[in-house]
């Protein structure tokens, strides 16, 4: 893994799989919409389980809100258009 993910373009295809890249149009049930399934209004968090996690719960790796969060600094620009922000990462 590049400690870059910029860095990251191409190694998929570089291991040999092709994919199928984003076209940008999400399927109805990945926006809630027909097929997407319904959550309970008492679902907790984290589930009690999780279908396929081959494991308990609380075997999983999870995220702890320890330390500041890293950003990248964006791309350098050879010019920056009239009106367009780089931003901070």
Do not use: H, K
Request: hydrophobic share 35%; charged share 5%.
């Amino acid at each position: 893994m590049p400690t870059d993910p910029r860095a990251s373009v191409g190694v998929c295809a570089a291991l040999g799989d092709s994919g199928t890249p984003f076209d940008g149009t999400y399927l109805p049930w990945q926006t809630g919409g027909t097929g997407a399934g319904a959550v309970a209004a008492t679902a907790a968090w984290p589930p009690a389980s999780i279908s396929g996690a081959g494991g308990a719960v609380a075997l999983l790796p999870t995220y702890t809100p320890t330390g500041v969060v890293e950003t990248l600094p964006p791309t350098s620009l050879t010019s920056t258009p009239a009106g367009v922000t780089v931003g901070n990462g």
